[in-house]
């Protein structure tokens, strides 16, 4: 049942106290937002991955401002009760502070979400994530896997494989909670490496493909739904196939047609 207040970012560290699991889903539109929201679920991420799900892209890279700022409003419009974080696309934040500054407020004053998502290292945006939360924007920060950065990478690869690298993440995620953000997504990281996270920041971890230890879980709501490719990421578990449902269905209403049996006389006015 939907609570009647909605979530605030106290909601988060109060989540991680009472060591009490943090369930996040992704969300491009009204509809399934409504869905969510209904089902139980608080916290709805717009994420970039709509490039992937949605758009037909093949990542999150061609994902523009205007296209996540135009689906991050359809899902405040589906959950209004919903804490709804929007996901800032590829070079909407990286290039000039006073321009993401400008871009990641366009979010809370037109898009009416509550947050913002940024992927990077702390020596990349420590500093402008300190400049959001002075401005009264709430951030939450992404390490491990950073989609946006798979050109660079060649590819998604496991992040902190090594006892160096695992080092590194510790730190980021250190300094990423004293930069001011109030959540940290950890993306394919090895699970005890994740839980060496955890322990060291205040902040919750929102872990995907990051195992069990983390503060909470975020998923792509199409890997859920079964809604996708017949590819599905290890990370990822499949509690329907909606899919093969509706390619059913289509097909159905396509013979009927075809076969004039729809529109009957129930359909007819």
């Given at each position: ?6 979530p ?36 709805l ?30 899902v ?13 696309p ?19 004053k ?54 160096d ?17 109030f ?14 996270i ?72």
């Open positions: 049942m939907e609570t009647e207040k909605k605030t970012v106290s909601y988060f560290r109060r989540k991680k106290e009472k060591q009490e699991k943090i369930v996040i889903l992704t969300a491009y539109d009204a509809t399934f937002a409504r869905f969510a929201r209904e089902s139980g679920i608080e916290v991420l717009v994420g970039d991955s709509m490039g992937n799900t949605v758009l037909g892209y093949d990542n999150t890279i061609p994902v523009t401002l205007e296209q996540s700022l135009d689906r991050c409003a359809a405040r419009r589906g959950a209004p009760k919903a804490f709804v974080i929007g996901d800032m590829f070079m909407t934040y990286q290039a000039d502070p006073a321009e993401a500054l400008h871009n990641a407020a366009r979010y809370l037109e898009a009416g979400a509550d947050a913002i998502k940024l992927e990077g290292s702390a020596a990349a945006t420590a500093a402008l994530i300190r400049q959001m939360v002075a401005a009264g924007i709430p951030v939450m920060a992404h390490i491990g896997l950073m989609p946006q950065q798979v050109l660079v990478a060649g590819g998604y690869r496991l992040a902190g494989k090594t006892e690298a695992a080092r590194r993440l510790i730190v980021e995620a250190q300094e990423l909670e004293a930069a001011g953000v959540a940290i997504v950890l993306e394919c990281i090895p699970a005890e490496v994740s839980r060496e955890t322990a060291a920041v205040g902040v919750p971890t929102i872990g995907i493909g990051a195992g069990k230890y983390c503060d909470g879980q975020v998923q792509v709501v199409h890997d859920l739904l079964g809604l996708g490719s017949d590819f599905l990421p290890k990370h990822a578990k499949r509690y329907v196939e909606l899919g093969s449902q509706i390619k059913q269905a289509f097909r159905t209403y396509a013979a009927e047609v075809r076969e004039q049996e729809f529109p009957g006389e129930a359909n007819s006015f």
